[in-house]
């Protein structure tokens, strides 16, 4: 059981971690569109897109270790 629960806590920790880095990497897009117009403007729609892509992975984790969690418990229970 504690192996269970240390494995999820890593899967879990891992996806926020990737939440974190995805929205670091949408602000920081975001805010070269909104502060320098001369940039390029292409590469940081693809970046916003990019971020928006990771973070729904990193969420399909998290709901994913979630539905495992309570099978988990099911089973135990």
Known sequence: MAATILRM???VAT???GLNASTA???AAASRIAQKPESDL???LVETN???VSFKANMAVLKTANEMWKSTIDILA
């Open 50 to 52: 990019l971020a928006l």
């Open 15 to 17: 996806a926020l971690s």
């Open 42 to 44: 292409a590469q940081n």
């Open 25 to 27: 990497r949408f602000e």
């Open 9 to 11: 806590n890593g899967i």
